[in-house]
């Protein structure tokens, strides 16, 4: 089977690329053909037979007018259109699996797809694999002004330039609107087979839209795992990940009386620094973090926006410890509550600090927890690709 991948960044940059490039690994290890389809980039580590890549989407470093033209290039991008179509037609795919790709690809590549079959008369799945509410958010959290927020799904997309929910900015927000408003009005979504969501919670949300209701199927994420033994426990509770408002940070450091270990660099870091009761130990990877997670009493995931199905989560279950976070979004759908952690009440710092005290405390539940954990399975790369086979051949 030939099968092209589709995502904006063709590096390892986040969440949605470490997927990408891990399925795309294994698929090819069982006998498939994989090629990727991206924006150009100096650390593009994957390639396809066109040679054909779009214009790497510099934001941050560009000026007033280039900005402009590139903030009319995320609703609609003819170079997409016009580089896919060539990977298309040198490739000839059965399956192309769309990741994240509004923005900088947009959803122009989508009707290019279909044209290519009906030009060709033979049949393309097109899978797309949720990330995040993009689809019906257009600033893709269901979060701003540091609260929930729904509106676009009660009353539209015009919300998203009313609150200025994409970066605080009037004009993204508007270009935002604009974007949600023209490829839903063109239904170009109904063109899409199959929706793969991480969680049924964010079935539940994609699920609002009727377009997506009879497509979404739930797939919880893959866990790269690896061999496992019992650690024996320090006297610390670690958050690690990124120090942000949604994260729910705040909410964390008005917890009391535990001895925090917190590992991870964002917006909030300065402040995080500032409190002298923790102990910051900055950015971590690879065996370091391991180390962390596994040797720590719990981890802490106190969270206030909709969490889709978080690794860190999944990450410290793995590993033998127990997670205290919050019963939001996607997280419950990992958590056992009272056997691999314990669930609590969003930005309620007190009920956060009960539940890690009991841990701290009750060395027999602590055992017990890290012990379920330890037994606690997520699905396996291998398994998650059988899985992803079947939708690919249905």
Not at 144 to 158: A, L, Q, R, S
Not at 343 to 354: A, F, T
Request: net charge negative; glycine share 6%.
């Amino acid at each position: 089977m030939k099968i092209l991948m589709v995502n904006k960044f063709l590096y390892r940059n986040g969440g949605s690329e470490t997927y990408m490039l891990s399925l795309g690994e294994e698929l090819t290890r069982l006998g498939h053909q994989v090629e990727y389809f991206g924006m150009e980039h100096e650390g593009r580590c994957v390639s396809n037979s066109a040679d054909a890549y779009t214009e790497d989407m510099d934001f941050h470093n560009s000026g007033a007018i280039k900005k402009l033209k590139l903030s009319l290039k995320t609703i609609y991008s003819k170079e997409a259109r016009e580089k896919i179509r060539l990977v298309l037609d040198s490739f000839e795919p059965d399956v192309v699996h769309l990741n994240n790709f509004n923005y900088q690809l947009t959803p122009s590549i989508i009707p290019e797809i279909r044209k290519w079959e009906k030009d060709n008369k033979r049949k393309v799945k097109i899978i797309y694999t949720a990330h995040d509410y993009q689809l019906v958010c257009p600033n893709h959290m269901f979060f701003n002004n540091d609260d929930i927020c729904e509106k676009c799904i009660d009353g539209g997309f015009i919300n998203c330039t009313k609150g200025r929910c994409v970066h605080s900015s009037l004009l993204k927000s508007i270009i935002g609107t604009i974007e949600a408003s023209y490829w839903n009005k063109n239904k170009v979504y109904e063109q899409i087979d199959t929706v793969i969501c991480c969680s049924e919670f964010m079935k539940s949300r994609l699920d609002t839209n009727p377009i997506f209701k009879n497509k979404t199927v739930v797939m919880h994420n893959f866990a790269e795992h690896t061999e496992v033994q019992s650690t024996e426990k320090e006297d610390y509770i670690l958050y690690f990940g990124r120090l942000s408002r949604e994260k729910g940070i705040y909410t964390l450091l008005d917890c009391t009386d535990i001895n925090l270990v917190v590992a991870g660099t964002g917006p909030l870091e300065e402040y995080v620094k500032s409190d002298k009761s923790i102990k910051y130990v900055g950015f971590k990877t690879g065996e370091e973090l391991i180390s962390l997670i596994s040797k720590a009493k719990a981890t802490v995931y106190p969270s206030i926006w909709y969490e889709n199905c978080p690794f860190s989560v999944m990450e410290s279950i793995m590993y033998g410890t127990p997670v205290v976070a919050s019963n939001i979004g996607g997280i419950p759908e990992l958590i056992d509550d009272g056997k691999t952690g314990i669930l609590v009440e969003p930005r309620n710092s007190e009920q956060l600090s009960e539940a890690i005290k009991k841990i701290c405390e009750d060395s027999n539940l602590a055992s017990a927890m890290s012990k379920a954990c330890l037994d606690y399975k997520f699905d396996t790369v291998e398994e998650y690709s059988e899985k992803l086979l079947s939708i690919y051949c249905n």
